[in-house]
């Protein structure tokens, strides 16, 4: 009885990375996704609509909420901006990326790099830009990589990635390969 379990259960994990292996364009599928303390970050593939894939580090989301009112009628819209790091077009890139980040933890605060990034509106990836990162370390905690952006609202953001939690996505991305490979 245990190995029929045990073989079951394989074999659903076999269908359920086969049938993910092809992501439509325009979805993303997460890989990986962490909270370390007020942020949250993920890992994903993304299919654009020419059937270019991509692999973005998402550097968590930011939501705006407008209220507005339709004869007495209140009601509430929420625009989420997101912006995404560019890791690459398959795996052993978004490897390779998280590796150059981890590298860069390692340099001198002040130290300062510009990414590849894109913006999304919760619906889809937008256009490229670049982002700037700058190495800091505060008064009491370890270096960080800080990213500033702007919203598509105009608002000013910082997100402080550090060095434990690069390692936390590269160990998921890699479990994550592990039972859905490309």
């Given amino acids: 009885m245990k190995r029929i379990l045990i073989t079951l259960t394989l074999l659903c994990v076999a269908v359920f990375a086969y049938a993910q292996k092809d992501i439509p364009a325009g979805q993303r599928f ?11 970050y993920s890992v994903f593939k993304y299919k654009d609509a020419d059937g270019t894939l991509g692999y973005y580090l ?30 690459g077009a398959n795996v052993e890139e978004a490897y390779a990326a998280l590796d150059d980040l981890l590298e860069l933890v390692g340099e001198d605060p002040g130290t300062v790099k510009e990414f590849e990034s894109r913006k999304t509106n919760g619906v889809g990836l937008l256009d490229y830009g670049t982002i700037p990162c700058m190495v800091v370390k505060p008064f009491l905690g370890g270096k ?3 990213f500033t952006f702007v919203t598509a609202s105009g608002r000013s953001v910082d997100v402080d990635l550090t060095k434990g939690s690069i390692k936390s996505l590269r160990r998921g991305l890699k479990i994550n390969q592990t039972f859905q490979p490309d």
């Fill in 144 to 146: 960080r990589l800080r």
């Fill in 30 to 40: 997460e890989s990986v996704e962490i909270e370390d303390n007020d942020y949250s």
């Fill in 58 to 87: 998402s550097l968590g989301n930011t939501a705006i909420e407008a209220e507005f009112s339709i004869r007495d009628l209140t009601s509430s819209i929420k625009h989420v901006d997101e912006t995404c790091l560019c890791l």
